[in-house]
């Protein structure tokens, strides 16, 4: 049973205020994007949470990559619908409704965004991508708002489409939500 839109307006706003405030304060794209869903939703997973620690900046902080923002996004999408390593041979195809939910918060970024790519979307929130691993770079990419308000914003908006996505495909019973 779906929540109420003003419940579910109330639960994306307080995504976007979650990812947005973690990514400000804490850094790490992907793992603020992962904690903020699994604190929305009372979720946590310190296994998965730990496991997002590499996906940031691009993975590696090398920008080459998926947006963190959008790899956290997944991770906690396929916690809650992915398959388990208990049923790895996977006979129903249970794997295929993390796929179609990856998928939509594929399109949700690029309709966003234009793409889920970090170098692209960096380009599009600064007017230029940052190669972060090099310390000039990173200073510069501070500079320019990285962690005061640009990134904190995709962020937000990335942990809000994870939110929506849960919210509207029901991967929460509404007693859990």
Not at 67 to 78: A, E, I
Not at 95 to 102: E, G, K, Q, V
Not at 163 to 172: D, P
Request: hydrophobic residues 35%; aromatic residues 10%.
């Amino acid at each position: 049973m779906p929540v109420d839109d003003k419940k579910k307006e109330e639960l994306l706003e307080k995504a976007y205020k979650l990812g947005y405030e973690y990514e400000k304060v804490y850094k790490g794209c992907s793992q603020c994007t992962l904690a903020a869903v699994q604190d929305l939703f009372d979720i946590q997973d310190d296994a998965i949470f730990k496991a997002a620690s590499g996906f940031a900046g691009g993975g590696g902080i090398t920008i080459e990559g998926s947006c963190g923002g959008f790899t956290g996004g997944v991770m906690v999408l396929s916690q809650l619908c992915g398959r388990e390593r208990s049923n790895f041979e996977d006979p129903d195809r249970t794997r295929m409704h993390s796929f179609d939910m990856a998928k939509r918060l594929i399109d949700a970024f690029k309709a966003e965004f234009g793409s889920i790519n970090c170098r692209d979307i960096q380009t599009k929130q600064f007017g230029r991508p940052y190669y972060i691993r090099d310390d000039d770079e990173y200073q510069r990419f501070e500079e320019a708002g990285a962690h005061t308000h640009k990134c904190p914003d995709v962020v937000g908006r990335a942990t809000r489409m994870v939110a929506e996505i849960i919210l509207e495909e029901e991967l929460l019973s509404e007693k859990d939500i």
